[in-house]
């Protein structure tokens, strides 16, 4: 379990063992998994999410037994069966739904991954990913998805200090991030990360990340209406 605070509150209870920690985890880990590229290993996934890499495992191998998870080469995916039973009655979200163009639009512009999360009850949610070009060859896919949660991650201090924060290659040597947070109406909290290269300035980047932020949740007001 990471020692950041911001980090730690937001997986409360979870390293105390309590049922409740247990169901959580166990709900986090399929989430991770659901928005994964592609099979991760008990070490990223317990990153991810912010557990112990041992609860991680005790957790997956009681999924794997229910027909939930199972592994591949080593490594962990969402079972057959259960991805089908949650596909059957999946449907994006309305936050989902406009920050897919959003997102897409400005990695394409930048040349930059964005990623959008929706933190809410002290749980992590991965909301959408567009991966940009830029960091393909230095991280794969799956690996920026959980540089995003990192305890290290710019996310992290964007919810403490409640405004655009940065990380300068703590997270993965080579690349840096910023991310910029904002208030739900209905509660929680949504931040958006953004990360390039280090040879790739995103001081520029700032408001432009803000300001897409913003038009998301303007966005998701006017579908709800």
């Not at 959580?24 to 070490?43: C, D, I, K, N, Y």
């Amino acid at each position: 379990m990471t020692d950041d605070p911001a980090a730690a509150a937001a997986f409360p209870g979870a390293a105390e063992g309590r049922p409740a920690g247990v169901v959580h985890s166990a709900f986090a880990l399929v989430r991770a998994l659901r928005e994964a590229p592609g099979p991760l290993g008990a070490t990223d996934l317990a990153s991810a999410v912010g557990i112990p890499k041992t609860t991680a495992h005790r957790v997956l191998e009681q999924m794997a037994q229910e027909g939930i998870v199972t592994r591949r080469d080593h490594k962990w995916v969402i079972a057959p069966g259960f991805g089908e039973l949650m596909r059957a009655g999946e449907r994006p979200s309305p936050l989902k739904v406009v920050a897919r163009p959003r997102l897409n639009a400005l990695a394409q512009a930048t040349g930059a991954s964005v990623v959008l999360h929706n933190v809410s009850d002290g749980v992590v949610d991965t909301v959408y990913c567009a991966y940009g070009p830029l960091l393909a060859p230095l991280v794969p896919a799956a690996e920026q998805r959980l540089a995003a949660v990192h305890p290290a991650a710019s996310l992290w201090r964007a919810l403490t200090s409640g405004q655009v924060a940065a990380e300068y290659q703590e997270v993965h040597p080579g690349c840096i991030c910023i991310a910029a947070p904002a208030a739900l109406p209905s509660g929680g909290t949504v931040v958006a990360s953004l990360a390039r290269p280090e040879n790739r300035e995103v001081e520029s980047l700032k408001r432009p990340l803000e300001k897409v932020v913003h038009l998301i949740l303007s966005d998701e007001r006017r579908l709800e209406r």
